[in-house]
Nanobody
Framework: QVQLVESGGGLVQPGGSLRLSCTIS????????MDWYRQAPGMQRELVAG???????NYALSVKRRFTISRDNAKNTVYLQMNSLKPEDTAVYYC???????WGQGTQVTVSS
């Protein structure tokens, strides 16, 4: 039973920071690539950031230089550090195993004053 559980979302003011976590069970975490997606109301789900098993990363242009994806293989966890948050970052954030149909349930991030 593969399970992904996101946490760390919440309400933050513009310019603030949050760190999202996604813990996966039921897989050998160290050999898989992981991605963060987000979906805002009325919008399609979009890829935000990804990290491969070797630690290489990629980011959407809209979040590059503000967000950082990382992983801790000992904890079976992938993180998304979000700095300088903007209202347009408001969305439900999901983690996903790259190339497979395994999604978490998502965590809500709301950026508002």
């Amino acid at each position: 039973q593969v399970q992904l559980v996101e946490s760390g979302g919440g309400l933050v003011q513009p310019g603030g920071s949050l760190r999202l976590s996604c813990t996966i069970s039921g897989m050998n975490f160290s050999i898989i690539a992981m991605d963060w997606y987000r979906q805002a109301p009325g919008m399609q789900r979009e890829l935000v950031a990804g990290i491969s098993s070797d630690g290489s990363t990629n980011y959407a242009l809209s979040v590059k230089r503000r967000f950082t994806i990382s992983r801790d293989n000992a904890k079976n966890t992938v993180y998304l550090q979000m700095n300088s948050l903007k209202p347009e970052d408001t969305a439900v954030y999901y983690c996903k195993v790259r190339g497979l149909g395994y999604w978490g349930q998502g965590t809500q991030v709301t950026v508002s004053s």
